[in-house]
Antibody
Framework: EVQLVESGGDLVQPGGSLRLSCVVS????????MNWVRQAPGKGLEWVST???????YYADSVKGRFTISRDISKNTLYLQMDSLRAEDVAVYYC??????????WGQGTLVTVSS | AVQLTQSPSSLSAFVGDRVTITCRAS??????LAWYQQKPGKTPKLLIH???SLQSGVPSRFSGRGSGTDFTLTITSLQPEDFATYYC??????????FGQGTKLEIK
């Protein structure tokens, strides 16, 4: 059974940092595109970042230079390092897998709150 | 970036109705489009990929059509569990992967 379990969401002050984790079971993350997608309260879905099986990573313009996606293949775990957090980063962050560009498996999400 | 515009933004329907949601892309995206369902407080669920391919386990009352810039998601014979928000997403021209703004389907 495929499972993606996120953790690491928390309340952080503006300018602060967080690292989100996504532990995956049921497939090896190196064989899929792995992604972070976020959803601000009451809003729609927004793609944040993707790391391809090659290790190449891409980011939304809104987070470029502040967020870093990475993976530990030995732990089958995906990460999102979030620095210089802003109020507009408040959202539920979902980890999702993709074979061909559409997101076929999702985690339950983890809530990031940025507030002083 | 490819923009996706869904219409309507919301609609009300009765159980048993047939409904259609439209997604229009700002440029041609072939059939590189997916549809998701999200219920309140829940994770998005993939319904359809490649514009018309039903994801495994999704009921056959869901169907998708289209190519290029115009796409539709149709639900025949609405069931109570179908009331949710629906999103389209393109994976033709990326990054970024983009989503439509969502269509909220409510019970009448």
């Amino acid at each position: 059974e495929v499972q993606l379990v996120e953790s690491g969401g928390d309340l952080v002050q503006p300018g602060g940092s967080l690292r989100l984790s996504c532990v995956v079971s049921g497939f090896t993350i190196s064989s899929n595109y792995m992604n972070w997608v976020r959803q601000a309260p009451g809003k729609g879905l927004e793609w944040v970042s993707t790391i391809y099986s090659s290790g190449t990573a891409y980011y939304a313009d809104s987070v470029k230079g502040r967020f870093t996606i990475s993976r530990d293949i030995s732990k089958n775990t995906l990460y999102l390092q979030m620095d210089s957090l802003r109020a507009e980063d408040v959202a539920v962050y979902y980890c999702a897998s993709a074979l061909w560009g559409y997101f076929d498996n999702w985690g339950q999400g983890t809530l990031v709150t940025v507030s002083s | 970036a490819v923009q996706l515009t869904q219409s309507p933004s919301s609609l009300s329907a009765f159980v048993g109705d047939r409904v259609t949601i439209t997604c229009r892309a700002s440029q041609g995206i072939s059939t590189d489009l997916a549809w998701y369902q999200q219920k309140p407080g829940k994770t998005p669920k993939l319904l359809i990929h490649d514009a018309s391919s039903l994801q495994s386990g999704v009921p056959s009352r869901f169907s998708g059509r289209g190519s290029g810039t115009d796409f539709t998601l149709t639900i025949t014979s609405l069931q109570p569990e179908d009331f949710a928000t629906y999103y389209c997403q393109q994976f033709n021209d990326y990054p970024p992967y983009t989503f439509g703004q969502g269509t909220k389907l409510e019970i009448k």
